[in-house]
């Protein structure tokens, strides 16, 4: 299901355009966002990227003017009942207005109307951001667990 809709609000310099339409990511541009500034995803390799672009739900966060990509998201879902948000990222120029909390806003409304019983992030520094949605720490994080392949 792909959604295409216009943000704008008192905190937004202009309107943005966000979209899941897969083929509006710029994936160069994307890649090299997370690959060279993002603490989770550095040095992540470009075929590694598009990899994750291809099976995932992605957001992106538009220019209207121009068309140029300002914010990315991505969603790894089976739409039926679980999701992970992840690889969240606002272009440098354009921090600090509200569009990554406006993307945020987006991505769970999009996910709302599916009925998932949880949506999952992990973050190091945005906590406040997220809580601003709903996300809280693990009630029992004693029960989750992870395989690390690498």
Same mark, same amino acid.
């Given at each position: 299901?792909?959604?295409?809709?216009?943000?704008?609000?008192?905190?937004?310099?202009?309107?943005?355009?966000?979209? !899941? =339409?897969? *083929?509006?990511?710029?994936?160069?541009?994307?890649?090299?966002?997370? #690959?060279?500034?993002?603490?989770?995803? /550095? +040095?992540?390799?470009?075929?590694?990227?598009?990899?994750?672009?291809?099976?995932?739900?992605?957001?992106?966060?538009?220019?209207?003017?121009?068309?140029?990509?300002?914010?990315?998201?991505?969603?790894? !879902? =089976?739409? *039926?009942?679980?999701?992970?948000?992840?690889?969240?990222?606002?272009? #440098?120029?354009?921090?600090?207005?509200? /569009? +990554?909390?406006?993307?945020?806003?987006?991505?769970?409304?999009?996910?709302?109307?599916?009925?998932?019983?949880?949506?999952?992030?992990?973050?190091?520094?945005?906590?406040?951001?997220?809580?601003?949605?709903?996300?809280?720490?693990?009630?029992?994080?004693?029960?989750?667990?992870?395989?690390?392949?690498?």
């Amino acid at each position: 299901m792909s959604c295409t809709e216009l943000l704008s609000g008192p905190t937004l310099p202009g309107m943005y355009e966000i979209s !899941t =339409d897969p *083929a509006r990511i710029d994936v160069a541009r994307v890649h090299k966002w997370l #690959s060279t500034d993002a603490y989770w995803a /550095l +040095g992540r390799p470009l075929d590694k990227q598009q990899a994750a672009i291809a099976n995932s739900l992605n957001f992106g966060a538009y220019d209207p003017d121009t068309g140029e990509q300002r914010a990315y998201a991505r969603v790894v !879902t =089976d739409l *039926a009942t679980f999701a992970w948000l992840c690889d969240v990222y606002v272009d #440098s120029a354009t921090r600090g207005a509200g /569009l +990554g909390t406006s993307l945020v806003a987006a991505v769970r409304d999009h996910l709302a109307p599916y009925g998932l019983r949880r949506v999952l992030l992990a973050t190091a520094d945005a906590h406040g951001v997220y809580a601003k949605f709903g996300f809280e720490p693990l009630t029992e994080p004693s029960k989750w667990m992870a395989l690390s392949l690498q």
